[in-house]
Each structure stands twice: as C-alpha cells, then as structure tokens.
C-alpha cells in the first residue's frame, strides 16, 4: 500500500512539475531571427530559471519556433535533455549570430552537448530543421538580438 501512494505521490508531483513549468514558459518574450531567407519564431529563456526550465515537457513545437537561450556573457555553454520530450538541435551562437557548432540532441537524455568556443547564445529547433534548411556552422542569424554585438 505505501510504494502504490508513493508512486502516485511521485506521478502527481512530477505531473504538477511539467503543468508549471509549461504555464512558465508560455509567458516568454519572443523575437523574430533571420536565419537566411527563413524566419524563426523564437522565445527568449534568458533568467537562470527560464534557462533551466528551456523546453522541458513539451510534446510539440511549430516547425518554424524555437527557443533561444541568452547567457549574460560568453562562456562555453554546455546542454543536457532531462525532462525534454523532443528531439532538438542546437546551434550555438557567437555575438555576432556565426553558428559556432550544431550539435543533435536525444530526448531524455543526459547527455551533455558543448560549444567548441565561447558563446553567449544557444538556439534550439526541431532536430533537422537547420539541415533541411541547409543552415550550418559558419552560417549567419540575423536579427535584434546580434544587431549590437556585445
């Protein structure tokens, strides 16, 4: 009888973690970026909390939506997938908007994912979105976001 109200207990709590941290993330600012002729819908994860959060839970993201993580200065910035349902690729981005490196990432794993060189910003698509788009490292984001290089 207690491991049965233990799992319930841990289903619910985890049910409620997911439920938050969904309604936390709706209320994003979004930005529009260029990437070549394409535009990304992106929304801006750019407190501790929001960052860590990122797009865990969800079971679906629009083709053309993102996620884009600011970081107060460059750093090499390092990404795992506990708690994220879908497969995503994410393009680390220097000041500037240079992809730096793309790095594929499985879901629900915990993985860590790397920039090879210092980056302010990370930005996370569906998994094959820059390869259909033929978007690589080397590649330009434009946008507010990289107008000012810091």
């Given at each position: ?65 993102g ?5 107060e ?5 390092c ?17 500037d ?37 033929n ?16």
């Amino acid at each position: 009888m207690f491991l049965r109200f233990f799992s319930l207990l841990a289903l619910s709590v985890s049910f409620a973690a997911s439920a938050h941290a969904q309604e936390a993330q709706s209320q994003l600012q979004r930005v529009r970026i260029a990437a070549g002729m394409y535009q990304i819908d992106a929304q801006v994860a750019q407190t501790p909390r929001q960052r860590e959060i990122g797009l865990m839970f969800r079971k679906e993201m629009p083709q053309a939506e993102g996620m884009i993580f600011v970081f107060e200065q460059p750093a090499t910035q390092c990404f795992w997938m506990k708690n994220t349902l879908l497969p995503l690729t994410a393009a680390f981005v220097a000041d500037d908007g240079r992809i730096v490196n793309l790095v594929d990432m499985q879901p629900m794993t915990e993985e860590s994912h790397c920039s090879k060189e210092p980056v302010r910003y990370v930005l996370e698509m569906n998994q094959g979105w820059f390869a259909k788009k033929n978007i690589k490292a080397g590649s330009k984001l434009g946008g507010e976001l990289f107008a000012h290089p810091r």
